[in-house]
C-alpha cells in the first residue's frame, strides 16, 4: 500500500438498484461507471471521475440482506489482520472477518465503538489510491461522522488510524465542529448528533458547481435534505439522498 497508513482509499456504494444508480450518480457527479472486468467479481462496477481516476465500487445488496443502501469508506492500512483486532480491543467490532480479494488485496467490515461501520484495507495496488481528494471533481473531498459521542469516537479513531483534531469550530446549540487531519491534510470532520439523528458519515463529492448539480438530483429521482448553502472557506454544500434511500453529499463552487 502505497498511502500513508489512515488514508481513505476507496468508497462503495451499495444499492437495491445498480442500474438506476448508475444513471444518477453519472448525471449528477459526472462518474463513467463501467463493469470491474474482474473474474468473480459479478455485477461490481468502478465509478470513475472526469479525470481517470478510480475512485468507488458500485454494487447490488443481496437479496434478503438486512442492510440498507448506503455508502462506505475503505481505510488503508498495512495490516488487516492486526488492525482488525486493535479495532476490537478498543470496544468496536468486526463484521466480516479479514479476507483475500485476488488481485485486489485483503480487507474486513469494522465497526467504531458507536455502531459506525466501514472497512479496513490493505490494496495490493502500487499506485497512490487518489479516491479522496480535496478540490479534483468526481473524487470524494470531505468526510463528516455524526456520532452519539464525539469525544470517544475522536479518541477511537486517533488511537487505530492517528487521525487529530487540531481545530474546532463551536456552532451554538448544535456542538462542536470538530475538524480531523491525517498525514499534514484536512479530511473531514465530527459532531455529536443531534436529536433525532442516526449515527451516520457522510462522504461529501465534488462537483464544479452546486446549483448546476441541485437540479440533477432531484430531476433525477433524489432528495435535497439540506442546502444548497455557503460554508466557511467560500464553498457551497447540498446533502441529498438518491433514488434509492443512500444518504449523499455534493461541495463545490455556487
Not at 137 to 142: I, K, L, N, R, S
Not at 165 to 183: K, Q, S, V
Amino acid at each position: 500500500m502505497i498511502n500513508p497508513e489512515g488514508s481513505p482509499i476507496w468508497y462503495e456504494l451499495m444499492t437495491t438498484d445498480a442500474d438506476g444508480a448508475q444513471k444518477f450518480y453519472a448525471d449528477v457527479v459526472g462518474w463513467n461507471i463501467a463493469p470491474s472486468g474482474m473474474e468473480g467479481a459479478g455485477d461490481y462496477h468502478i465509478l470513475t471521475a472526469p479525470d481517470g481516476q478510480g475512485l468507488a465500487g458500485l454494487m447490488t445488496l443481496p437479496l434478503g440482506a438486512s442492510m440498507k443502501p448506503g455508502w462506505f469508506c475503505y481505510i488503508g492500512v498495512q495490516d488487516v489482520d492486526a488492525t482488525a483486532e486493535k479495532i476490537k480491543s478498543l470496544g468496536g467490532s468486526v463484521h466480516m472477518g479479514p479476507q483475500d480479494i485476488p488481485g485486489v488485496g485483503r480487507s474486513a467490515m469494522v465497526a467504531d465503538p458507536q455502531g459506525m461501520m466501514f472497512y479496513i484495507m490493505r490494496g495490493d495496488s502500487q499506485q497512490e489510491s487518489q479516491a479522496f481528494h480535496v478540490t479534483a471533481p468526481g473524487h470524494c473531498g470531505w468526510h463528516e461522522l455524526a456520532t452519539s459521542n464525539h469525544k470517544a469516537a475522536l479518541a477511537f479513531y486517533g488511537e487505530v488510524f492517528d487521525w487529530e483534531n487540531n481545530e474546532t469550530m463551536p456552532m451554538g446549540a448544535m456542538g462542536d465542529y470538530c475538524f480531523i487531519d491525517h498525514a499534514g491534510q484536512r479530511i473531514g470532520a465530527m459532531m455529536t448528533a443531534g436529536a433525532g439523528w442516526t449515527t451516520r458519515s457522510t462522504y461529501y463529492f465534488n462537483v464544479p458547481s452546486i446549483d448546476a448539480a441541485v437540479p440533477k438530483i432531484t430531476g433525477g429521482g433524489g432528495t435535497v435534505t439540506m442546502g444548497p448553502h455557503e460554508v466557511p472557506g467560500g464553498m457551497h454544500i447540498v446533502m441529498c439522498i438518491d433514488p434509492q434511500g443512500a444518504a449523499f453529499a455534493l461541495v463545490g463552487g455556487k
